[in-house]
């Protein structure tokens, strides 16, 4: 089916060949996991390309593919399928210069066509497949903050507190984790992306920790927040604020919305409440094979959604100097509404 549609895109765009060159998608179409190698699918050939390193675990994962044994630079070794190809889609985002220069050397006839948007689309709309690996990392990451709840003590380092969930997530069955995790604590928990430090877990604060995994090539990604110790007034109208949004998101969320406009909803809710200033990413993003793929719920995104998409739903209030939350699912989306995949639960923890 995966090959089905890489033939249907070359069908469309009217070209003679696919050659695939990152990781995302050489997996999405062949099941190849290794680090090294490059695809080529015609209407008739689907052909992979790698080294003897991944010689057996190429025959084994890409079972639909040819197999030629070479190395991922040397474009010569694809003669024997493009040496009559007039035009070639590639991935003009992933493409190094270095790279173009020796693919137009080689084939110096041959139109090659930028397609990138159009191959990663192909890995949009998950299926039932797809669905059961992401539901597998996310068992996971809902194990792991069950687990990490108990464990947290005042006094714990942000490190300590990543290094545990890493670990219980390998423990539990991850390939590895999805991004670097994030564990940040008090003022650090108003910086979206902050890299866990030595800073120690004090009374009052918030402790935003978002992190996932992979299973069998597939991601999951959650955030939840705490607040270590006794909660205050302010840290509740923020937590609360944040918690109404991401439960209205997910409500809305169906085929056929436009991104925008669920970015939008979820942003109106927090700006009503007064904190417009401190909501500074979009709502969501894809996920799948990568931790970010299409669709992007932002103020700018021209996509809608459809059926068959897997998106985050993560709004959140970030204050200066005192700190933020983040509360964040994952939601499979028909024309029905939102599956919410993620399980673990969001009243505010006093920890």
Not at 164 to 175: D, L, Q, S, T, V
Not at 196 to 219: I, T
Request: aromatic share 8%.
């Amino acid at each position: 089916m995966k090959l089905q549609k890489a033939r249907n895109l070359l069908s469309r765009l009217k070209a003679d060949a696919l050659l695939i060159t990152s990781f995302k998608n050489r997996y999405y179409l062949s099941g190849f996991s290794g680090s090294a190698g490059y695809l080529l699918i015609t209407a008739d050939r689907a052909v992979l390309i790698t080294d003897g390193r991944y010689t057996v675990q190429a025959k084994k994962e890409a079972e639909n593919f040819e197999l030629i044994d070479g190395a991922e630079t040397d474009y010569s070794l694809a003669m024997p399928i493009l040496k009559n190809a007039r035009s070639v889609i590639f991935e003009d985002d992933e493409l190094t210069v270095s790279s173009w220069n020796r693919l137009k050397k080689t084939y110096p006839d041959t139109e090659f066509i930028p397609g990138a948007g159009d191959i990663n689309n192909l890995r949009r709309a998950k299926t039932q497949d797809e669905l059961k690996k992401i539901k597998a990392a996310l068992s996971i990451a809902d194990a792991t903050f069950s687990h990490i709840a108990r464990f947290i003590k005042r006094g714990m380092t942000e490190n300590e507190v990543a290094a545990e969930i890493e670990h219980f997530m390998r423990k539990n069955g991850a390939a590895k984790t999805s991004f670097d995790t994030i564990c940040a604590s008090g003022a650090m928990s108003a910086l979206p992306h902050h890299q866990a430090s030595g800073k120690p877990l004090c009374e009052g604060d918030f402790l935003v920790m978002d992190y996932g995994c992979v299973f069998e090539g597939y991601c999951s990604d959650i955030t939840r927040t705490v607040v270590i110790g006794k909660a205050s007034s302010r840290h509740r109208e923020i937590y609360e604020t944040v918690l109404k949004t991401q439960l209205a998101a997910e409500k809305i969320l169906r085929a056929g919305l436009s991104a925008r406009d669920a970015d939008k909803a979820a942003r109106d809710i927090i700006e009503n409440a007064g904190f417009g200033k401190n909501f500074s990413h979009s709502l969501g993003h894809g996920v799948g094979i990568e931790i970010h793929e299409l669709p992007n719920l932002s103020p700018k995104s021209p996509l809608t959604l459809s059926h068959g998409d897997v998106v985050t739903i993560e709004p959140g209030i970030y204050i200066e100097g005192f700190g933020g939350v983040r509360i964040e699912d994952m939601a499979y989306i028909s024309e029905n509404g939102a599956e919410i995949l993620t399980s673990s639960p969001k009243e505010l923890l006093e920890l």
